[in-house]
């Protein structure tokens, strides 16, 4: 799950890692107040959505006065906001984060993440903070220092120096960027969390260290342990497939091709995309209705289906165990008369009550097109595209 920025800092502030005096404002006349409040300039006006890239886009901005604040609050709040990371289609902004200015005198990099090959979490650190990390990264990964962290270990003081003398802090600058650190893993262990970062993490004229930016990604397996954070969703920043989805406990992710598909079990879900890219197709979507799944909540995933305008046609790949293949043919029968089929399917299945799957889907009048095994299901799903 992510938050946004000024949520992430209200976190780093929680676990005594120092950001600029500000707070968020969903209109112009809210962002003039926070800016009255804070009573030097320049304030930075920056746009709340779930994406980076946002100064390029002109989310961010240096107001000089009360009034300049909340006329630039009026140009970004309401506009939509194309940045590298939300696509050509952009995300609408709906609130800003008003933040005091500092003086810069240099921009760092900073970030925490799990690293599953090594079971370890990854420290991160770049001389190379600002606006185009993601281009040091791709262009000049030797530029970004890392760290592996033993979890049942945790941070250790050597690792932070390590990190401190890779950045070639001064020693007077290293006592603050040290604790910083162990904060922010402290908050990356207590959370849950897959992802910290602070980009940038600055060093102002007066050797004081801020959190200039803040972005934090929870585990959404481990929100059952941090109910509070649920307070923090913002559906709105999220597709209304996915959202939709998760009403019915699916695991569903919106992707930009054209086949739509529906599976039992992760893995199998990636191999069914491995297929359709093979058959020359692009999958529209991850969908694992899981091993479990009722009748009920595979119409639901197929009415999910159904919604998305790039599905040109459908592959539902079943191996049954738990979710018995009867089980599956009678919810794609009930979505398929509750909501109409109005593009070609493909469906596999293997397993339990296979035999009675099949037939159930045979008497119920509609246009499917059964798979003998997964190479015919290619085949078919070849067809489609064609």
Partial sequence: MNIHEYQAKAFFRRFDIPTPEGDVAFSPKQAKDIALKIGSFPVAIKAQIHAGGRGKGGGVKLADSADQAESMAEEIIGMNLVTPQTGPEGKRVRKVLVEKGLDIKKELYVGMLLDRQTAAVVLMASEAG??????????????????????????????????????????????????????????FIAYDCLLVEINPLVITVDDSVFALDAKINFDDNALFRHKDLLECRDIEEEDPLDVEASRF??????????????????????????????????????????????????????????????????????????????????????????????????????????????????????????????????????????
Wanted: charged share 20%; proline share 3%.
């Fill in 130 to 187: 600002g606006m185009d990390i993601e281009a040091v990264a791709a262009r000049s990964p030797e530029k970004i220092l890392k760290i592996h962290i033993n979890p049942l270990i945790g941070i250790q003081s050597f690792q932070c120096r390590q990190a401190a003398f890779g950045l070639h802090l001064p020693q007077h600058v290293m006592k603050q960027f040290v604790p910083v650190l162990k904060n922010l893993y402290r908050l």
């Fill in 249 to 386: 406990g699916l695991n569903y992710i919106n992707l930009d091709g054209n086949i739509g598909n529906m599976v039992n079990g992760a893995g199998l879900a990636m191999a069914t995309m491995d297929i359709i890219k093979r058959a020359g197709a692009e999958p529209a979507n991850f969908l694992d209705v899981g091993g479990g799944a009722s009748s009920e909540k595979v119409a639901n995933g197929f009415k999910i289906i159904l919604q998305d305008k790039k599905v040109k046609g459908i592959f539902i790949n079943i191996f049954g165990g738990i979710l018995r293949c009867d089980e599956l043919a009678k919810g794609v029968v009930e979505a398929a008369e509750k909501t109409g089929i109005n593009v070609p399917v493909v469906i596999r299945m293997e397993g339990t009550n296979v035999e009675e799957g099949r037939k159930i889907l045979a008497s119920s009048g509609l246009d499917l097109i059964a798979a003998r095994d997964l190479k015919d299901a290619a085949q078919k799903v070849s067809q489609l595209v064609k």
